[in-house]
């Protein structure tokens, strides 16, 4: 029996993970079978996300203190900067995944699908075995 190749809809190709992951933190792991994966920036999002609103409050509160402004508001931007970075990371990590689980599926078709056949009358032996053909180039100097 043949495998036969078919058309996979957008949000399941690499693509579709990777905006998935945008989305959402983890979807597109998730979507991939990676549970721990998407379960761990899950976390790390979540994380990032809530300090750098929690400094974002905490410098709005300061007021006329400059110095504790200054402190804040750069804490703040640090979580920000380490929230984008991490999401850019997820987007690509949920991409390479994706693409990965098709080369797999891709590797696993039968011979049919790419155009030869399992059994051919020029590979088979006299006693009808068979035996693997076999090309050999030499270059010498």
Excluded at 117 to 141: I, M, Q, T, W
């Amino acid at each position: 029996m043949a495998l036969v190749a078919s058309h996979r809809p957008f949000f399941s190709s690499p693509t579709g993970a990777l905006l998935k992951s945008v989305a959402f933190p983890g979807w597109g792991q998730w979507s991939n079978g990676k549970r721990q994966k998407a379960a761990i920036y899950f976390a790390v999002e979540t994380y990032f996300v809530t300090k750098a609103l929690i400094w974002r409050h905490r410098a709005r509160e300061s007021g006329i203190e400059y110095d504790t402004y200054d402190h804040r508001r750069d804490r703040r931007n640090f979580f920000t900067w380490l929230t984008g970075i991490t999401i850019f990371v997820s987007m690509f990590d949920a991409y390479a995944d994706s693409y990965l689980l098709d080369l797999e599926r891709t590797r696993r078709l039968d011979d049919e699908f790419w155009g030869g056949k399992a059994h051919s009358d020029l590979d088979l032996d006299a006693l009808g075995r068979n035996r693997p053909l076999r090309l050999s180039v030499s270059l010498s100097f």
